[in-house]
Nanobody
Framework: QVHLLESGGGSVQAGGGLRLSCAAS????????MGWFRQGPGKEREGVAT????????NYADSVKGRFTISGDSAKNTVYLVMDSLEPEDTGMYYC????????????????????????WGQGTQVTVSS
C-alpha cells in the first residue's frame, strides 16, 4: 500500500522560508514522478514542482521558479520542497503526490504539473504566509 506523509508546514511571515518533506513508502520510489501541489483558499489545485526520481529532472510552476527547490533522497525515499522568499500568495494546503509508474514521464517526456497522472496523494500540510 502506498503511503505519502508530508511534514514541515507552518506559519511564516512574507520573505521567510520553509522546508516540506514527503516520506514515501509502498512502491518503487526510484522509478517515479513525485510532485508537490497546492490549493489556496478559494483556488483550484495547482502544480508547484515535480521531480523525476530516476535522473532528478525537475519542473516548476512559473510562479515559484527561483524561489522553490524540489529535491529527492532515494536512500530515504523522501522528497523535499525548500521554499524561500515566501509570499502571501503561497498560502495553502500543500500536497505531496506520486506517479508511481511514471505515467506522466512516459506520456509527456517529463513529470508534468497537471496532477492527473498522480495516483497517490498525501494528506497535506498547511502553509500560511502573512504579510
Amino acid at each position: 500500500q502506498v503511503h505519502l506523509l508530508e511534514s514541515g508546514g507552518g506559519s511564516v511571515q512574507a520573505g521567510g522560508g520553509l522546508r516540506l518533506s514527503c516520506a514515501a513508502s509502498g512502491y518503487s520510489y526510484s522509478r517515479a514522478c513525485m510532485g508537490w501541489f497546492r490549493q489556496g483558499p478559494g483556488k483550484e489545485r495547482e502544480g508547484v514542482a515535480t521531480i523525476n526520481t530516476v535522473d532528478g529532472w525537475t519542473n516548476y510552476a512559473d510562479s515559484v521558479k527561483g524561489r522553490f527547490t524540489i529535491s529527492g533522497d532515494s536512500a530515504k525515499n523522501t522528497v523535499y520542497l525548500v521554499m524561500d522568499s515566501l509570499e502571501p500568495e503561497d498560502t495553502g494546503m500543500y500536497y505531496c503526490a506520486a506517479d508511481s509508474l511514471a505515467v506522466s514521464w512516459r506520456k509527456y517526456g517529463y513529470c508534468n504539473l497537471g496532477g492527473a497522472e498522480y495516483a497517490y496523494w498525501g494528506q497535506g500540510t498547511q502553509v500560511t504566509v502573512s504579510s
